[in-house]
């Protein structure tokens, strides 16, 4: 069987670098990939008919949609329509990460704990209920915004001033027409990502992402500077927890509603010192760059996994087995972002010795005309490293972040990725 991959960013190329290690995933496109995946298909992610095109000239073909868009444009349906095999979740299910205010009256609905929330649609309702709160907010543009669509605020000042360049100023376009305000929460974040096929979840493995641009946790948010895997706080009582208190109730609900859940589901998560837990967010998809180090950690075949969710049989299906290591990503950055920022200058030191522990993933590259890999967007490269513990990844990871360059001082990353997981 054939794989098509819709996506250009590391996830993808880390799903793609998986599935073609094992025995059932024949050849593997990504459209529209990037510069460090092969065989291309210039194909844009969005561009839902011409991906419904291809996929109908292929004999055998599993598609595997990795970004939210196009799962938000309904990329699924139409495939399941015309009897193609995709896994992804529905455009109505993919509400779950397209709409903040769908998630969070989901989690109401369905008895999933997170914090207490109001959403708005005018600005100025927005400012007087500010005025009124006495704790720490977050405002969340409602529809999707690459990861940036999220402020977390420290006093009111930062709060009305989010709504004003959400709603005022539509500096997320219409993603911020409608806007989530939600009590802060404090304590320690993990990514929690299954597969689900629509009755049955399989976790994967435990991550935490480092969403801030500076180190320290400090700056605007990102769409992710750094991952790890696993993520300590998530021990066996809390994993349990997840999945009865956040995981189950989403495809109970999901399946109650008639709207089945099937693909990636990832639930952001923040623990507190008590050891409760509260939901942040929804994704519909993989985490990236989360999925990066949970790939490299992955012994089984994910393809077999990925084809038990699309006929839904998971619940079938034996534990996946995981390498006893740890896996820290590093994600190079074009220096700007999440700002403004340069493409097409020509990276160094891609062509140095790794070893068999470190991986480079591509997300912003291309190639030039002179087949060159070039800069292309704001997150360049996620280095992913293996070790027998967070110190020995962490250090095999920016052993060759030092190898790489681009421009004249073109590039940053975060020194501090997975240090959280050294102390504890």
């Known amino acids: 069987m054939n794989v098509l991959i819709v996506g250009s960013g590391g996830r993808e190329h880390a799903i793609g670098w998986k599935l073609s290690q094992g025995k059932n995933a024949e050849k593997v496109y990504f459209a529209p990939g990037n510069g460090g995946t092969s065989e291309n298909v210039d194909i844009k992610q969005n561009d839902i008919a011409e991906l419904l095109s291809f996929a109908k000239k292929q004999k055998k073909l599993l598609t595997v949609v990795g970004p939210e868009e196009p799962l938000s444009l309904g990329i699924t349906d139409a495939f399941e329509k015309e009897g193609l095999r995709i896994f992804g979740p529905s455009k109505q299910a993919a509400m779950l990460e397209a709409s903040k205010a769908f998630a969070k009256e989901f989690m109401r609905e369905a008895g999933i704990p997170t914090a207490e929330f109001a959403i708005f649609t005018d600005a100025q309702k927005a400012k007087d209920y500010v005025a009124k709160q006495d704790k720490p907010l977050v405002v969340k543009a409602d529809g999707l915004a690459a990861g940036k669509g999220v402020v977390v605020c420290d006093d009111s000042n930062q709060a009305i001033a ?18 989530v305000i939600e009590e802060r929460l404090s304590g320690e ?28 946790d400090k700056g605007s948010n990102t769409g992710g500077m750094g991952a790890y895997s696993p993520a300590p706080v998530v021990d066996s009582d809390l994993h349990s927890k997840i999945v009865m208190q956040v995981m189950e109730p989403v495809v109970s609900t999901m399946k109650k509603r008639g709207t089945v859940f099937k693909g990636f589901l990832y639930a952001g998560i923040m623990v507190d ?21 949970i790939m490299m950690r992955m012994k089984s075949d994910l ?17 996946i ?21 340069k493409k097409g200058e020509v990276i160094d030191g891609l062509d140095s010795s790794f070893g068999k522990d470190v991986t480079v993933f591509h997300a912003g590259t291309t190639r030039d005309s002179q087949n060159r890999i070039v800069t292309n967007g704001g997150r360049v490269l996620g280095v992913t490293g293996l070790g ?21 001082n073109g590039h940053f990353y975060r020194t501090d990725i997975a240090r959280r997981a050294i102390a504890r």
């Open 388 to 408: 027998k513990d967070a110190r020995q990844a962490i250090d095999n990871a920016y052993c060759v972040v030092r190898k790489i360059r681009w421009g004249d």
């Open 162 to 179: 989010a709504i004003e360049s959400m709603m005022t100023k539509k500096e997320f376009g219409a993603a911020g027409s409608k806007i």
């Open 303 to 319: 393809y077999e996994y990925i084809d038990a969710a699309v006929e839904g049989r998971l619940g079938s299906m034996p534990s």
């Open 321 to 341: 087995q995981w390498r006893d290591q740890t896996a820290v990503c590093v994600v190079m950055a074009s220096r700007g972002y999440p700002g403004s920022y």
């Open 273 to 293: 010192e008590g050891g409760r837990l509260h939901v942040l967010e929804f994704n519909a998809r993989m985490g990236d760059p989360e999925c990066q180090p």
């Open 189 to 216: 974040e993990a990514s929690f990502i299954a597969l689900c096929d629509g009755k049955a979840i399989m976790p994967l493995a435990s991550s935490q992402d480092h969403k801030r641009v500076f180190d320290g």
